[in-house]
C-alpha cells in the first residue's frame, strides 16, 4: 500500500496522478491522507482510500497511516511560527513508525544543512529525524526550486520592466513541479529500500538576468534586473506590503542562490524516472499567458 500525504496540495495531487496512469497502480492500493478530505471525492470515486490526516492532531495520525507499506511525506506550507514545521513534520515520522510503515519518502531541499533560506532547518531537522528513527528504510527527495516559483516575482517584474534582486551572479537548477511529481512517484512506487537521497534539479541552471533574457523574450516584454543589497530588498518588500518576517524570508532565497544554494546540476531526476527533464523554454512557453495575465 501507498501513502501520500498532503493529497489535496498541487504536488500530492500529481504524484498520486502518476502513481495511478504511469506506474498503472490500482487505486485499491493507494491511500491519500489531507487536512481536507471533501476536496478528494473523485480519487474516493476512482477507489483511493482517502483518510483524513492533519500532522498537528497526533491522536489520529497513527490510525491514518495504518495499513500502508511505503509513505510520502510532503513538507507542509507551515510557516506560522519557526519549529512549527518540523514538530509537524517529527510528528508524522512518529506516526510513520507506530503505524508499522516501512519506508518514508520525504520532499527536501537541496543542502539543507547549510542553505541560506530561514526555513532550512526545517527540512534539515526532519532528515535528521528520519535518519534517527527506527523505520526500515527512507528516501529524501531534495527538491530544488520549481520553475513555478517565478510566478511569485516576474508578473510584477513583468508589469514594471524592472527585476529586483539581490542573487547576484547565483544560479539556480529549476525543476518543474510536474517533473518533482514524476520522481516521487516513481520513487515511493519502486521497491527500494535503504537509505537513500536524491537531490532533483532540472537540466540547466540559469542566474536572474539569464531567466530575466529569457521571459522578456518569450512575453516580448521588457525586464531589466537591477541588483541590490539585501536590506533594500527587504526594505522594498515591506514598502509593497509584505510583514517584515515574510520580507526576510524572500530576502534569505536570494542569499541562498548568491552563495549557490541552488546551483548544481545531477542526473538524479533521470535515475528515478529515466526521463528527460521539461526543459525551461517547453514550461515557459506553457505558462507565458499566466506571466501576462
Ligand atoms: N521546491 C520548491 O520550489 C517548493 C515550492 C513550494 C512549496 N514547496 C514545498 O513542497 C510542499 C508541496 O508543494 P505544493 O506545491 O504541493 O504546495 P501546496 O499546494 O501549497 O501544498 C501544501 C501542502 O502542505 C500540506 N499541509 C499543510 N498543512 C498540513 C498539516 N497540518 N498536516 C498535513 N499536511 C499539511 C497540504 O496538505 P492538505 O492540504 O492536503 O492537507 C499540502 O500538501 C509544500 O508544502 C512546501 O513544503 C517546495
Redesign the pocket.
Known amino acids: 500500500m501507498y501513502l501520500v500525504?498532503?493529497?489535496?496540495?498541487?504536488?500530492?495531487q500529481l504524484v498520486i496522478g502518476n502513481l495511478l496512469e504511469t506506474h498503472q497502480i490500482p487505486a485499491s492500493k493507494i491511500i491519500a491522507t489531507?487536512?481536507?478530505p471533501e476536496t478528494l471525492a473523485a480519487l474516493k470515486a476512482k477507489g483511493v482510500d482517502v483518510r483524513a490526516?492533519?500532522?498537528?492532531d497526533t491522536a489520529n495520525l497513527v490510525k491514518a497511516f495504518k495499513g500502508a507499506t511505503r509513505l510520502l511525506l510532503?513538507?507542509?506550507?507551515?510557516m506560522d511560527r519557526p519549529g512549527h514545521r518540523l514538530e509537524?513534520h517529527k510528528n508524522a515520522i512518529a506516526a510513520a513508525e507506530k503505524a508499522g510503515v516501512e519506508h518514508v519518502l520525504y520532499?527536501s531541499?537541496p543542502k539543507p544543512e547549510t542553505s541560506a533560506i530561514l526555513f532550512a532547518p526545517d527540512h534539515a531537522g526532519t532528515e535528521k529525524a528520519l535518519a534517527a528513527s527506527g523505520l526500515k528504510g527512507w528516501t529524501v527527495l531534495r527538491?530544488?526550486?520549481?520553475f513555478e516559483?517565478l510566478f511569485y516575482s516576474l508578473p510584477s517584474a513583468i508589469k514594471s520592466g524592472t527585476w529586483y534582486t539581490a542573487a547576484g551572479e547565483g544560479k539556480i537548477a529549476h525543476i518543474a513541479?510536474d517533473d518533482l511529481a514524476r520522481a516521487a512517484a516513481a520513487a515511493l512506487a519502486s521497491d527500494k529500500g535503504g537509505k537513500n537521497t536524491y537531490t532533483l534539479t532540472g537540466a540547466q541552471e540559469y542566474t536572474t538576468e539569464e531567466i530575466a533574457k529569457l521571459v522578456s523574450d518569450a512575453v516580448g516584454k521588457p525586464i531589466s534586473v537591477v541588483q541590490v543589497p539585501l536590506e533594500g530588498l527587504v526594505q522594498g518588500l515591506v514598502d509593497a506590503g509584505f510583514p517584515e518576517p515574510v520580507a526576510r524570508v524572500f530576502g534569505s532565497f536570494d542569499t541562498n542562490t548568491a552563495q549557490g544554494g541552488l546551483a548544481g546540476i545531477t542526473g538524479d531526476y533521470r535515475k528515478l524516472t529515466s526521463n528527460d527533464n521539461t526543459p525551461f523554454a517547453s514550461w515557459l512557453a506553457k505558462n507565458k499567458q499566466a506571466f501576462l495575465a
Open positions: 500525504t498532503g493529497a489535496s496540495g498541487h504536488l500530492g489531507t487536512r481536507k490526516a492533519d500532522f498537528d510532503i513538507s507542509t506550507d507551515a509537524q520532499t531541499l527538491n530544488n526550486w520549481y516559483n513541479r
